[in-house]
């Protein structure tokens, strides 16, 4: 009985939207993203294709260093979580492949010199997503966010512009 449990909610996670087709691109892809990173945050994002036009992911968050363009003494640090959605705006490309929009969130926890916030950011995109030999994933989008990642008056805060680059396998 266990064992046709867990078959069942692999075969659930899965679906049948996890089998690629000729006609539309694999359902899942992990990303990675190099801006971010140079930026000093690293998120792993988790995408699954829920309907022929709309995916979600999740993933860790985390600010583990003071990134490129971070001023001397904003050396905080984050834990958290990135959730997002994205529409796929044309109906000849099924996601998670081709032009979309798209909102996401982090929630995390900012710690600074022994005191902690909670902090994160929302954001508005538009990009597009390119997988190529039914494999490796290239994505990119432009867009404004709201940031509040400080701790103690320490960090970023207020709208921003906001980018997306990543890279990753599809699935």
Same mark, same amino acid.
């Given at each position: 009985?266990?064992?046709?449990?867990?078959?069942?909610?692999?075969?659930?996670?899965?679906?049948?939207?996890?089998?690629?087709?000729?006609?539309?691109?694999?359902?899942?892809?992990?990303?990675?993203?190099?801006?971010?990173?140079?930026?000093?945050?690293?998120?792993?994002?988790?995408?699954?294709?829920?309907?022929?036009?709309?995916?979600?992911?999740?993933?860790?968050?985390?600010?583990?260093?003071?990134?490129?363009?971070?001023?001397?003494?904003?050396?905080?640090?984050?834990?958290?979580?990135?959730?997002?959605? $994205?529409?796929? !705006? *044309? +109906?000849?490309?099924?996601?998670?492949?081709? %032009?979309?929009?798209?909102?996401? @969130? &982090?929630?995390?926890?900012?710690?600074?010199?022994?005191?902690?916030?909670?902090?994160?950011?929302?954001?508005?995109?538009?990009?597009?997503?390119?997988?190529?030999? $039914?494999?490796? !994933? *290239? +994505?990119?989008?432009?867009?404004?966010?709201? %940031?509040?990642?400080?701790?103690? @008056? &320490?960090?970023?805060?207020?709208?921003?512009?906001?980018?997306?680059?990543?890279?990753?396998?599809?699935?």
């Amino acid at each position: 009985m266990k064992r046709a449990v867990r078959l069942s909610l692999v075969l659930g996670i899965l679906g049948a939207s996890g089998v690629a087709t000729a006609e539309q691109p694999p359902a899942f892809t992990v990303q990675v993203d190099p801006l971010t990173t140079a930026l000093g945050f690293v998120h792993v994002q988790i995408e699954r294709r829920i309907t022929p036009r709309v995916s979600i992911y999740a993933g860790p968050h985390a600010k583990l260093f003071r990134g490129i363009l971070a001023e001397e003494g904003e050396d905080q640090t984050g834990v958290g979580v990135e959730v997002g959605v $994205r529409y796929f !705006v *044309l +109906a000849r490309h099924h996601a998670p492949a081709g %032009l979309w929009v798209q909102a996401r @969130g &982090v929630i995390a926890r900012v710690a600074l010199d022994g005191e902690s916030e909670p902090g994160g950011y929302v954001s508005a995109l538009v990009g597009y997503t390119h997988i190529f030999g $039914r494999r490796w !994933v *290239l +994505a990119g989008g432009l867009g404004i966010q709201y %940031l509040h990642y400080s701790v103690g @008056g &320490v960090g970023t805060e207020g709208v921003l512009p906001a980018a997306h680059t990543t890279v990753g396998f599809a699935f």
